[in-house]
T-cell receptor, first 115, second 111 residues
Framework: DTGVSQDPRHKITKRGQNVTFRCDPISEHNRLYWYRQTLGQGPEFLTYFQNEAQLEKSRLLSDRFSAERPKGSFSTLEIQRTEQGDSAMYLC?????????????FGEGSWLTVV | GEDVEQSLFLSVREGDSSVINCTYTDSSSTYLYWYKQEPGAGLQLLTYIFSNMDMKQDQRLTVLLNKKDKHLSLRIADTQTGDSAIYFCAEINTGGFKTIFGAGTRLFVKA
């Protein structure tokens, strides 16, 4: 197994453009998470899926953000009309069903720079 | 609310032990974690401890948990330059799906 993979690793976009990030979780993991990390901070929870169902969304996730996991496997995070404040690293993570402490395993992250 | 606090910096000499401390607020946390992050990379799980344990050892790593004081520590024995990174303490929320992270402790190892 190759772990959690994210694509693209880096994205530079102009303010106002839309961007989409993709995450492929570890294959047997049914839970998938998106986090955002800015410089000097720890990751902040954005949203969580169990299979294809989006069960929780943070207040950090404004209307410009949408996440999907249509078949319960890979997930996408789209940011519409990007703003400079969206510049951050977007981390995807996955975990097994309960029983292993819900330990989450992270991908390498997708860096977004909005200019 | 849920909160995790860590000191921001720690500097040690190569070969010494490092101790990184963390306090958390959610007394119902079932699991507590330590993650390591190197520059430009994602977070790597180092170890975790169940809340009914007070110590866990894994090679050079020792985790101590004081549940009464809500204090967690990570000791790295024989610290190497390759251990230089940011270390994040984290707890899982009572719902069991949201992991709350501290701001990270930046460990500098001097040769």
């Amino acid at each position: 197994d190759t772990g959690v993979s994210q694509d693209p690793r880096h994205k530079i976009t102009k303010r106002g453009q839309n961007v989409t990030f993709r995450c492929d979780p570890i294959s047997e993991h049914n839970r998938l998470y998106w986090y955002r990390q800015t410089l000097g901070q720890g990751p902040e929870f954005l949203t969580y899926f169990q299979n294809e169902a989006q069960l929780e969304k943070s207040r950090l996730l404004s209307d410009r953000f949408s996440a999907e996991r249509p078949k319960g496997s890979f997930s996408t995070l789209e940011i519409q009309r990007t703003e400079q404040g969206d510049s951050a690293m977007y981390l995807c993570a996955s975990s097994e069903p309960q029983g292993s402490g819900n330990t989450i395993y992270f991908g390498e992250g997708s860096w977004l720079t909005v200019v | 609310g849920e909160d995790v606090e860590q000191s921001l910096f720690l500097s040690v000499r190569e070969g010494d032990s490092s101790v990184i401390n963390c306090t958390y607020t959610d007394s119902s946390s079932t699991y507590l974690y330590w993650y390591k992050q190197e520059p430009g990379a994602g977070l790597q799980l180092l170890t975790y401890i169940f809340s009914n344990m007070d110590m866990k050892q894994d090679q050079r790593l020792t985790v101590l948990l004081n549940k009464k004081d809500k204090h967690l520590s990570l000791r790295i024995a024989d610290t190497q330059t390759g251990d230089s990174a940011i270390y994040f303490c984290a707890e899982i929320n009572t719902g069991g799906f949201k992991t709350i992270f501290g701001a990270g402790t930046r460990l500098f190892v001097k040769a």
